[in-house]
């Protein structure tokens, strides 16, 4: 616990995520390997909570708020949004929650690690009457933007990622997002081919990297959801190596790309059984191989994934967990997978998620069976 802080109303909350106050709070609260580590000496839990769903409404802002603050004073500190996530409103549930959590003294922000995304166009929190409208007077005719460089609304132009990191950092209420990511750029590389893509990333890259010297992100990752799990041939696919050479063409090895996020649950698999990596390596292999991390996305698959499991492999977890714990602890299982992020939009999924605690992940052998 910290001590209660004092941060005005709409101020940003100073600090970032730190190795030391990340650390503690493993100690602390660790039981059975929940903590792991994860990039730049972080210590992170190994469940996430993501804020992807929910209706666009102050009754789902609610059940979020009070989901972050039951999760961050059980022990979690992994948050992962995006600026487009219920059109912003997911982000904003954050930001107030965290404040109310810091000021409550339950969490000091140093131990928490909020994550948030960019690249689709960012609605302001409901659709709007005239789409179509909006984007040309919020985005355009600001020069925020041009037509040119959105791509079936989506965008990676230095000018139009500035303004979604300072957006996203007012929302949230932090002076720096510990983690920000480009939000699924594979779409840009099918539409434009690798050579127009591959320039756009490394001017996006120069962009992050940019805004971590100003002390607005810390680091920053992709998220991807069709490029890493994607065959070589297929025109959404990215690699590892590629992306890494276009953080090292403008920044050198010095770079903070740090991260990559994907979807691995039970029905999507490609992650650790495609080898579409160079060298004939799966993503997880090859992330490792060049020391980026995995946080793992749709755990549930949005719950398809439960209830499908065959008795014969729901008997190798332990006994009296359910269809959505075993989900997330064969995901959080998987060799080179730093956290698996699910969506917690109920104080009571907070509350069967973290009962996970108890449990040590499966040893590499009992992740094997699974593939036998």
């Not at 590389?189 to 810390?218: C, K, N, P």
């Not at 997330?328 to 104080?347: D, H, I, K, N």
């Amino acid at each position: 616990m910290s001590a209660a802080a004092e941060t005005p109303e709409g101020a940003a909350l100073p600090g970032r995520a730190t190795p030391k106050a990340t650390a503690q709070v493993a100690a602390a609260t660790d039981t059975a390997g929940f903590y792991r580590p994860g990039w730049d000496g972080l210590t992170c839990a190994s469940l996430g909570l993501g804020t992807y769903l929910g209706e666009p409404d102050a009754d789902t802002d609610a059940r979020y708020g009070a989901a972050l603050r039951r999760y961050w004073r059980n022990g979690g500190n992994l948050v992962d949004s995006a600026i487009n996530y219920r059109f912003q409103r997911s982000e904003r549930v954050i930001g107030a929650a965290l404040r109310a959590t810091v000021a409550a003294g339950e969490a000091a922000r140093e131990a928490l690690i909020v994550c948030t995304k960019g690249g689709y166009l960012s609605f302001d929190g409901e659709w709007p009457t005239d789409p179509n409208a909006w984007v040309r007077k919020t985005f355009i005719e600001t020069k925020i933007a041009q037509p040119d460089e959105i791509v079936d609304g989506h965008c990676l132009a230095p000018g139009y990622l500035r303004h979604q990191i300072a957006q996203s950092r007012a929302n949230l209420g932090v002076a720096c997002i510990d983690l920000y990511y480009l939000h699924n750029p594979e779409g840009q590389r099918a539409a434009l081919g690798d050579a127009a893509f591959r320039e756009r990333l490394r001017e996006a890259l120069a962009t992050l990297e940019v805004a971590v010297a100003q002390g607005h992100i810390a680091a920053y990752g992709l998220a991807t959801w069709n490029g890493f799990r994607a065959k070589p041939s297929e025109p959404e696919y990215l690699s590892v190596e590629a992306v890494l050479e276009a953080a090292r063409d403008v920044a050198g090895d010095r770079h903070h790309l740090r991260v990559i996020q994907l979807p691995l649950n039970f029905q999507m698999l490609e992650a650790v059984g495609r080898a579409n990596q160079p060298g004939e390596r799966s993503l997880l292999e090859a992330a490792a191989e060049h020391g980026v991390s995995v946080l793992a996305s749709a755990p549930l698959l949005q719950a398809r994934v439960l209830g499908r499991l065959p008795a014969s492999r729901q008997s190798r977890f332990a006994p009296g967990i359910t269809d959505a714990q075993r989900a997330l602890q064969f995901v959080r299982s998987l060799p080179g997978v730093t956290a698996a992020l699910a969506g917690m939009a109920r104080p009571d999924h907070v509350d069967e998620n973290l009962a996970l605690r108890r449990y040590p992940p499966l040893t590499a052998e009992e992740v094997k069976m699974f593939f036998g």
